[in-house]
C-alpha cells in the first residue's frame, strides 16, 4: 500500500522552529522528487519547497527562501522539511506529495494538480 505520512506539526510561537516528517512506505521515495505544501484557511494549496531525485537540487517558495530547508534520508525513506523563523503567515496544513510517474526527476514534473500521492497534512499553527 502506497502510503506517504507527515508529522510534525504543532503550534508554536512566531521565531520558532519546527521539523516535519513526510515518511513513505510502499514504494522507494527516493526514485522521486517529493514536494512540500501547504493550504492556508481561505487560501489555495502552493509549493513550499521540492527536492529533485536526479540532481538533488532543491526548489523554495520566495516566501519562504532563507528560513525552511528540505532534506532527504534515503536510508529512512523520508523527506524533512526544517521551519526556522516561523511566522503566523506560515499557519497553514502542510502536505508531502510525489508523481511516482517520474523517475530521477527535477521539480518540474510535480503538478500541484495532477499528483499521484498525496499525505493527510499536519497542521501549524504559528500564533503569539
Known amino acids: 500500500q502506497v502510503q506517504l505520512v507527515e508529522s510534525g506539526g504543532g503550534v508554536v510561537q512566531p521565531g520558532e522552529s519546527l521539523r516535519l516528517s513526510c515518511a513513505a512506505s510502499?514504494?522507494?521515495?527516493?526514485?522521486?522528487?517529493i514536494g512540500w505544501f501547504r493550504q492556508a484557511p481561505g487560501k489555495e494549496r502552493e509549493r513550499v519547497s521540492c527536492?529533485?531525485?536526479?540532481?538533488?537540487?532543491?526548489y523554495y517558495a520566495d516566501s519562504v527562501k532563507g528560513r525552511f530547508t528540505i532534506s532527504r534520508d534515503n536510508a529512512k525513506n523520508t523527506v524533512y522539511l526544517q521551519m526556522n523563523s516561523l511566522k503566523p503567515e506560515d499557519t497553514a496544513v502542510y502536505y508531502c506529495?510525489?508523481?511516482?510517474?517520474?523517475?530521477?526527476?527535477?521539480?518540474?514534473?510535480?503538478?500541484?494538480?495532477?499528483?499521484?500521492?498525496w499525505g493527510q497534512g499536519t497542521l501549524v499553527t504559528v500564533s503569539s
Open positions: 527536492i529533485s531525485s536526479n540532481d538533488g537540487r532543491k
Open positions: 506529495a510525489t508523481d511516482r510517474r517520474y523517475y530521477y526527476a527535477d521539480c518540474s514534473v510535480l503538478n500541484i494538480n495532477d499528483l499521484d500521492a
Open positions: 510502499g514504494f522507494t521515495l527516493g526514485y522521486h522528487a
